[in-house]
C-alpha cells in the first residue's frame, strides 16, 4: 500500500446542484407560480380531495391518523379505478394499478389487499401507507386554502372554501356519492357500479358547473391573498401570449419569448420577473455546460491535470484578444439565431467551447446597460453566485484577455466554486457529489454531470389551465379570451 487515498465506495450521490446555483432560481419561479409543484398536474384533484376530506369530517367522526389513512387508501384506489376506465385520462395516481386491475371480464374488482397497510409495498396500489394525499396535495391545498390541519387532532379538515368546493363537486357528481363510499369502505365494486363513475375522472368537469366556476376562482387568486395574486398575474400573462402567439403554445415557447421581448403593458412587472428567472437559469446552464466541458477533458488523462494544463486544453479554440471582442465575434457568428437555438446548442454533448459560451455572450449583450433590474430578482448575498453576480462580473471584465478571464471563470468560478460546493455537502450531509477532485495539485474527474434547464412548473401551469377551459391544446379559448378583455 502507498498510503494514497482513493474514493471508491462513496461515489453514488449524483449532486444535481453541482455548483449551488438552482436553489435562487427556484425561490424565484416559486414565487411567481406559488402553490404549484411538478407533481400535482390536474386540478380537479382538488375537487376530489376537498369532497373526501369533507365527507370524513362529516360522517365518520374518528380521530386516529390510522382510521383515516385505511379511508385514504380505499377512496384513492376506487378513484384510480374510476378514472382509468377512460384511457386516455392522465394526472390521476396508481394508474398502473388501475389497469392491471380492470383487465379482464371479472364482475367485481377486489382492491382489499391492494389499500391494506400490512400488504407489502410492491404489491399495493401505491408504496406510501399514507397514499399520494400526504405526499402530494395536503400542503398544496392548504397553500390555496382549500384545508387545514386541526392541532386537537392533526387532521386535515376543509376552510369554508373547501367545504364549498366538496359542496359543488358532490352536486356535479348526481348522486354518486353513497355508492362511492360504500364501495371504498367495502374494498370491492362491481364493474356496474364503477361505470359511472368515470363521471368523477379530471377530464369530466362540466365547464358551466359550480365546482368549474369554483377552480376557476381558486386558481386566479380570488381570496385576493399575495401569493394567489402573484399566480394570477403569471396565469393572465400565460394566457396574453397565447391570445398573440400563431402556434399553440408550450412551456419553452413561453420561457424563451418572455427572455426575448421586451416587457410592456400590465404585466410588464411579472414579464420582467420571468425575464430575469429564464437569465439566470442560462448562466447556470452555462457554467455546468463549462463544468462537464472541463471534466471531459479530465477524463482523457486518468493521472489527473494541473490546473493550467486544464485550462490550456479547455481553452485552446480561444482568440488571442479581449473578451469584448471575443463576444462580439460570437454574437456575429450566431447572429439570427434566438436563445432557445443558443442554449440548445450548448447543451449538446460534448458541445465546443465557443457554442457553450454563445448564451453568456448574448446576455452580456442584453444586459449590458441594465444590469440594475436584475436586483430585483438575485439580491447580492454573501457566498451566492447568481446570474446577477456573473453577468456583472463577466461585463467589468469586458476589456481584459479573453483567455484570462475565461481561466479564472473555469478555476475559480467553476471548478473551486464545485469543490467547496462539494466538500460542504460532505461535511453537513455525508454525501459524496464531488464531480472532480483534486490530489497533489492535480484534479481528476470522477464522472460527468448532466446539464439541464430547470423546470418552472409552466407545464402545470398549462395544464391547470386546460383543465378550467380557458386554454385547449394548448390554445387560448374563447372563455380565455373573455376573462382576460374583462381584466
Same mark, same amino acid.
Given at each position: 500500500?502507498?498510503?494514497?487515498?482513493?474514493?471508491?465506495?462513496?461515489?453514488?450521490?449524483?449532486? !444535481?446542484?453541482?455548483?449551488?446555483?438552482?436553489?435562487?432560481? @427556484?425561490?424565484?419561479?416559486?414565487?411567481?407560480?406559488?402553490? &404549484?409543484?411538478?407533481?400535482?398536474?390536474?386540478?380537479?384533484?382538488?375537487? #376530489?380531495?376537498?369532497?373526501?376530506?369533507?365527507?370524513?369530517?362529516?360522517?365518520?367522526?374518528?380521530?386516529?391518523?390510522?382510521?383515516?389513512?385505511? &379511508?385514504?387508501?380505499?377512496?384513492?384506489?376506487?378513484?384510480?379505478?374510476?378514472?382509468? @376506465?377512460?384511457?386516455?385520462?392522465?394526472?390521476?395516481?396508481?394508474?398502473? #394499478?388501475?389497469?392491471?386491475?380492470?383487465?379482464?371480464?371479472?364482475?367485481?374488482?377486489? *382492491?382489499?389487499?391492494?389499500?391494506?397497510?400490512?400488504?407489502?409495498?410492491? %404489491?399495493?396500489?401505491?408504496?406510501?401507507?399514507?397514499?399520494?394525499?400526504?405526499?402530494?396535495?395536503?400542503?398544496?391545498?392548504?397553500?390555496?386554502?382549500?384545508?387545514?390541519?386541526?392541532?386537537?387532532?392533526?387532521?386535515?379538515?376543509?376552510?369554508?372554501?373547501?367545504?364549498?368546493?366538496?359542496?359543488?363537486?358532490?352536486?356535479?357528481?348526481?348522486?354518486?356519492?353513497?355508492? #362511492? #363510499?360504500?364501495?371504498?369502505?367495502?374494498?370491492?365494486? =362491481?364493474?356496474?357500479?364503477?361505470?359511472?363513475?368515470?363521471?368523477?375522472?379530471? =377530464?369530466?368537469?362540466?365547464?358551466?358547473?359550480?365546482?368549474?366556476?369554483?377552480?376557476?376562482?381558486?386558481?386566479?387568486?380570488?381570496?385576493?391573498?399575495?401569493?394567489?395574486?402573484?399566480?394570477?398575474?403569471?396565469?393572465? !400573462?400565460?394566457? %396574453?401570449?397565447?391570445?398573440? =402567439?400563431?402556434?399553440?403554445?408550450?412551456?419553452?415557447?413561453?420561457?424563451?419569448?418572455?427572455?426575448?421581448?421586451?416587457?410592456?403593458?400590465?404585466?410588464?412587472?411579472?414579464?420582467?420577473?420571468?425575464?430575469?428567472? @429564464?437569465?439566470?437559469?442560462?448562466?447556470?446552464?452555462?457554467?455546468?455546460?463549462?463544468?462537464?466541458?472541463?471534466?471531459?477533458?479530465?477524463?482523457?488523462?486518468?493521472?489527473?491535470?494541473?490546473?493550467?494544463?486544464?485550462?490550456?486544453?479547455?481553452?485552446?479554440?480561444?482568440?488571442?484578444?479581449?473578451?469584448?471582442?471575443? &463576444?462580439?465575434?460570437?454574437?456575429?457568428?450566431?447572429?439570427?439565431?434566438?436563445?432557445?437555438?443558443?442554449?440548445?446548442?450548448?447543451?449538446?454533448?460534448?458541445?465546443?467551447?465557443?457554442?457553450?459560451?454563445?448564451?453568456?455572450?448574448?446576455?452580456?449583450?442584453?444586459?449590458?446597460?441594465?444590469?440594475?433590474? !436584475?436586483?430585483?430578482? *438575485?439580491?447580492?448575498?454573501?457566498?451566492?453566485?447568481?446570474?446577477?453576480?456573473?453577468?456583472?462580473?463577466?461585463?467589468?471584465?469586458?476589456?481584459?484577455?479573453?483567455?484570462?478571464?475565461?481561466?479564472?471563470?473555469?478555476?475559480?468560478?467553476?471548478?473551486?466554486?464545485?469543490?467547496?460546493?462539494?466538500?460542504?455537502?460532505?461535511?453537513?450531509?455525508?454525501?459524496?457529489?464531488?464531480?472532480?477532485?483534486?490530489?497533489?495539485?492535480?484534479?481528476?474527474?470522477?464522472?460527468?454531470?448532466?446539464? %439541464?434547464?430547470?423546470?418552472?412548473?409552466?407545464?402545470?401551469?398549462?395544464?391547470?389551465?386546460?383543465?378550467?377551459?380557458?386554454?385547449?391544446?394548448?390554445?387560448?379559448?374563447?372563455?380565455?379570451?373573455?376573462?382576460?378583455?374583462?381584466?
Amino acid at each position: 500500500m502507498d498510503g494514497a487515498v482513493s474514493w471508491t465506495e462513496m461515489g453514488s450521490e449524483r449532486g !444535481l446542484d453541482p455548483l449551488a446555483m438552482i436553489n435562487v432560481i @427556484q425561490e424565484r419561479y416559486q414565487s411567481l407560480l406559488p402553490g &404549484f409543484s411538478s407533481v400535482t398536474t390536474r386540478l380537479r384533484n382538488y375537487s #376530489f380531495y376537498s369532497w373526501l376530506v369533507a365527507h370524513y369530517a362529516q360522517n365518520i367522526h374518528d380521530a386516529s391518523r390510522t382510521r383515516f389513512h385505511s &379511508f385514504l387508501r380505499r377512496c384513492e384506489a376506487l378513484y384510480a379505478l374510476a378514472s382509468a @376506465q377512460d384511457s386516455k385520462e392522465t394526472g390521476v395516481a396508481a394508474r398502473l #394499478f388501475a389497469n392491471d386491475y380492470l383487465r379482464g371480464d371479472n364482475p367485481v374488482i377486489d *382492491f382489499i389487499r391492494a389499500t391494506d397497510e400490512a400488504t407489502p409495498a410492491a %404489491e399495493r396500489y401505491m408504496d406510501a401507507k399514507s397514499g399520494v394525499f400526504y405526499a402530494v396535495y395536503f400542503r398544496q391545498m392548504v397553500d390555496y386554502g382549500l384545508l387545514e390541519e386541526r392541532t386537537e387532532h392533526g387532521l386535515p379538515v376543509p376552510t369554508e372554501t373547501g367545504a364549498a368546493l366538496a359542496a359543488a363537486y358532490d352536486e356535479t357528481l348526481g348522486g354518486l356519492s353513497a355508492s #362511492f #363510499f360504500a364501495a371504498a369502505d367495502a374494498g370491492t365494486v =362491481s364493474r356496474q357500479e364503477l361505470a359511472p363513475m368515470a363521471l368523477m375522472r379530471p =377530464s369530466a368537469l362540466d365547464q358551466d358547473s359550480a365546482e368549474a366556476e369554483l377552480l376557476r376562482d381558486l386558481l386566479l387568486g380570488s381570496d385576493g391573498r399575495e401569493s394567489s395574486l402573484e399566480r394570477r398575474k403569471t396565469l393572465l !400573462l400565460i394566457l %396574453e401570449t397565447a391570445r398573440f =402567439s400563431a402556434a399553440p403554445v408550450a412551456v419553452d415557447d413561453l420561457r424563451w419569448s418572455w427572455l426575448e421581448t421586451v416587457p410592456e403593458g400590465e404585466l410588464q412587472e411579472t414579464h420582467a420577473a420571468w425575464r430575469h428567472y @429564464q437569465t439566470g437559469d442560462t448562466v447556470r446552464v452555462v457554467y455546468e455546460a463549462l463544468m462537464r466541458h472541463a471534466t471531459r477533458e479530465l477524463m482523457d488523462h486518468p493521472l489527473g491535470l494541473a490546473l493550467p494544463a486544464l485550462n490550456a486544453l479547455a481553452l485552446r479554440d480561444i482568440p488571442d484578444v479581449t473578451l469584448k471582442d471575443f &463576444f462580439f465575434a460570437l454574437e456575429a457568428a450566431n447572429d439570427g439565431r434566438t436563445f432557445r437555438e443558443l442554449q440548445g446548442a450548448a447543451l449538446r454533448d460534448e458541445a465546443p467551447i465557443a457554442d457553450i459560451l454563445a448564451p453568456l455572450a448574448r446576455l452580456c449583450t442584453l444586459w449590458r446597460g441594465d444590469l440594475d433590474q !436584475l436586483k430585483e430578482s *438575485f439580491p447580492d448575498k454573501p457566498g451566492y453566485q447568481t446570474g446577477l453576480s456573473e453577468l456583472r462580473w463577466l461585463i467589468q471584465s469586458m476589456d481584459q484577455s479573453a483567455s484570462g478571464v475565461l481561466q479564472t471563470l473555469i478555476g475559480e468560478r467553476v471548478l473551486r466554486r464545485h469543490l467547496e460546493v462539494a466538500a460542504r455537502k460532505f461535511h453537513l450531509q455525508k454525501k459524496y457529489t464531488y464531480l472532480v477532485e483534486i490530489e497533489d495539485a492535480r484534479l481528476r474527474a470522477r464522472r460527468i454531470a448532466m446539464v %439541464e434547464a430547470s423546470g418552472p412548473r409552466l407545464g402545470t401551469a398549462l395544464q391547470f389551465l386546460e383543465d378550467i377551459g380557458l386554454m385547449q391544446d394548448a390554445c387560448i379559448t374563447t372563455r380565455g379570451t373573455a376573462l382576460l378583455e374583462a381584466q
